[in-house]
């Protein structure tokens, strides 16, 4: 058997173990050891970590500012973000419920989304309430609302979240297409690059990017390929820069997302841990480089 095709039976070895819930009952660190080994065959090194992978988990585990809790809460973090950039830049939530069965459907507008505010990935969005699906919904967001997000990455802020669904405005750009997302990284405050992430929707799969700050493609990339034409830099690229700077300021590590709507730009969320530390960067040596840009302050 291939190299690959071994890691990954490993890899789904390994995330089938976690949703049996065996996984759970571990301590922080050798969960994280167990599932870094899974993912990239070697040893996580935790006392003398170099790369971005290795410092994202030192961060989890060393790393503990209270602050962060309020910053990984979805609704929370905007009015901490507002005070700090101003509360134009932020999307206008519509409402807050701690279930699916609290959500006047009634009183939402045609369009409008709705989250977790605890976790990454559980979105429903709605283009036309006269045909929404509240079943699916209800199913997708009662799950999310179940499961614990800290568990299967042991990114501690998450413990600490009080779990609901919110609702918020639905945003579109000028030509009615699902918005570009640009997720701007901060190294202990200074942005070094940002990720362009499109076509989330398309038939052959999203596109990402990485750029430096002078829009120059970075020559790597991870989990899915570039696009053919490279994204055009934002127009209020600076300023998203400076935004992030002011968000970062302080913080070994940070990633900051944002959405650009014709010449508006919206914030979107703050990340501590992208991809939980299990980014696998092709080639491999920009894992390293990433990681010589995170500064720990362990000497």
């Known amino acids: 058997m291939k190299q690959g095709g071994k890691r990954r039976l490993i890899i789904a070895f390994w995330k089938t173990l976690c949703l049996t819930g065996i996984t759970n009952i571990l301590p922080d660190k050798a969960y994280l050891q167990l599932s870094y080994r899974a993912f990239f065959g070697k040893k996580l090194d935790l006392n003398c970590p170099t790369t971005f992978n290795e410092k ?25 973000v507002s005070d700090v950039i101003g509360d134009q830049y932020i999307i206008p939530t519509l409402g807050e419920y701690n279930s699916f ?26 283009r036309d ?41 639905y945003m579109e750009d000028d030509n009615k297409q699902e918005l570009t997302d640009y997720k701007v990284f901060c190294f202990n405050g200074k942005v070094k690059c940002t990720l362009v992430c499109s076509e989330r ?10 750029y430096d700050t002078d829009w120059k493609i970075m020559p790597f990339e991870y989990h899915y390929p570039k696009p053919k034409c490279l994204h055009q830099r934002p127009k209020n690229y600076d300023k998203m820069v400076i935004f992030a700077e002011k968000l970062s300021k ?15 730009i919206y914030f979107g969320e703050l990340t ?28």
């Not at 994202?56 to 901490?80: C, G, S, T």
């Open 201 to 210: 929707f398309s038939a052959d799969g999203p596109k990402f990017a990485f």
């Open 272 to 299: 501590f841990y992208p991809e939980s530390g299990l980014l696998e960067f092709r080639p491999e040596e920009w894992d390293k480089t990433l990681g010589s840009w995170i500064s720990l302050g362990t000497s």
């Open 250 to 264: 302080g913080i070994p590590l940070l990633r900051v997302d944002f959405y650009e709507v014709g010449e508006k």
């Open 101 to 126: 069965d609290e959500i006047d459907f009634d009183i939402l507008p045609n369009t409008f989304v709705l989250k977790c505010n605890h976790d990454s990935g559980s979105i429903v969005i709605c």
């Open 56 to 80: 994202v988990h030192w961060l989890k585990l060393h790393d503990r500012n209270p602050d962060y809790v309020k910053m990984v809460d979805k609704i929370a973090v905007k009015e901490y």
């Open 129 to 169: 309430k006269e045909h929404f699906n509240k079943k699916l919904a209800r199913k997708k967001l009662t799950k999310a609302l179940r499961e614990d997000f800290f568990l299967k990455g042991r990114e501690w802020p998450y413990k600490l979240v009080k779990r609901k669904i919110f609702a918020e405005k």
